[in-house]
Nanobody, 122 residues
Framework: EVQLQASGGGLVQAGGSLRLSCAAF????????IGWFRQAPGDVREAVSC????????DYADSVKGRFTISIDTAKGMVFLQMNRLKPADTAVYFC???????????????WGQGTLVTVSS
């Protein structure tokens, strides 16, 4: 069974940091683009960042550029999101996602993991 398990969410004060991890089970990254989306209460899901496991190309949402860093360990089947200088506006459920298209676009075969909640207090 294909699974994406995200972890690392929690409660942090504004200006703090968190590191999200995502482990893939049942499939390999094998050239796929892996990334993170988030959904705040009452909002639509939005792409945060994604990375190609084939060429390392990375995209970030403008709102997180310079604060968040995505990385991948293809051998271990894991992807990470280092989040620094967090803001209350970053509060959301963060989802690990696999098989994205260019610029973190969702495809018909995109797989979603369960979310991990990040809460940033002011």
């Amino acid at each position: 069974e294909v699974q994406l398990q995200a972890s690392g969410g929690g409660l942090v004060q504004a200006g703090g940091s968190l590191r999200l991890s995502c482990a893939a089970f049942g499939f390999t990254f094998g050239g796929r683009t892996i990334g993170w989306f988030r959904q705040a209460p009452g909002d639509v899901r939005e792409a945060v960042s994604c990375i190609s496991s084939s060429n390392g190309e990375i995209d970030y949402a403008d709102s997180v550029k310079g604060r968040f860093t995505i990385s991948i360990d293809t051998a271990k089947g894991m992807v990470f999101l280092q989040m620094n200088r967090l803001k209350p506006a970053d509060t959301a459920v963060y989802f690990c996602v696999a098989s994205l298209g260019p610029y973190c676009t969702v495809r018909s075969d995109t797989r979603w993991g369960q979310g991990t909640l990040v809460t940033v207090s002011s």
